[in-house]
């Protein structure tokens, strides 16, 4: 069935580059996603990746996605006290809009 | 920028009774979406909606859920009779037309006593 992945907790230092992983399932969902969710506040599209692409590129944001192993990642660049919130990674399944979600990565910078 | 807005942010209910979540989606969005996350577990899609009518649903979404779209801007998920388990946040999405671009709402968190 259907499961996104993704490792818990990342915490780097003002200035850094983050690296947020996520594995995923589905090899036929068509776009993936990255979601900000900062404390009490709702889900912010941060971005998204078509399946036929390999990275995409938001300013501080780059998005790199392996298909044949099903790998998507985050990199945030220079990273910023701002930055701090949980990093949801989503994939969409063919029928249908829904998103899959995992499980969220609190990142954690420090000045 | 238009955003989508749900009401209310917390609501307290007891065990049996019933509530109705409301969202107001971005104005030319036309398919709609339920989620909800339980404390500490991932984000779950319940119910999709279009055309006034449901598109798809999970196995969470039983007979005591219903959506409804009772006018052009409010779009609604009512549980009949609340239980403890239904406590969680729940999420009001919708997608920008011609687009994958899926926007949530802040949440109306549901606490069930």
């Known amino acids: 069935g259907e499961d996104v992945e993704q490792s818990l907790f990342l915490s780097v230092r003002e200035g850094d580059s983050s690296v947020i992983n996520c594995t995923y399932t589905?090899?036929?969902?068509?776009?993936l996603y990255w979601y900000k969710q900062e404390p009490g506040a709702g889900l912010q599209l941060l971005t998204y990746?078509?399946?036929?692409?390999d990275m995409k590129q938001d300013q501080r944001l780059t998005v790199l996605l392996n298909k044949k192993d099903k790998h998507l990642s985050l990199r945030i660049a220079d990273t910023q006290t701002g930055d701090s919130a949980i990093y949801f990674c989503a994939e969409n399944p063919p029928q249908g809009g829904k998103l899959i979600f995992g499980q969220g990565t609190e990142l954690s910078v420090k000045p | 920028e238009p955003e989508v807005t749900q009401t209310p942010s917390h609501q307290v209910t007891q065990m049996g009774q019933e509530v109705i979540l409301r969202c107001v989606p971005i104005?030319?969005?036309?398919?709609f979406y339920w989620y909800r996350q339980i404390l500490g577990q991932k984000v779950e899609f319940l119910v999709s909606f279009y055309n006034n009518e449901i598109s798809e649903k999970s196995e969470i979404f039983d007979d005591q859920f219903s959506v409804e779209r009772p006018d052009g801007s409010n779009f609604t998920l009512k549980i009949r009779s609340t239980k403890l388990e239904d406590s969680a946040m729940y999420f009001c999405a919708s997608i920008s037309p011609g687009t994958y671009e899926q926007y949530f709402g802040p949440g109306t968190r549901l606490t069930v006593t």
């Open positions: 104005s030319n969005h036309l398919y």
């Open positions: 589905d090899s036929s969902s068509t776009y």
């Open positions: 990746i078509f399946s036929n692409m």
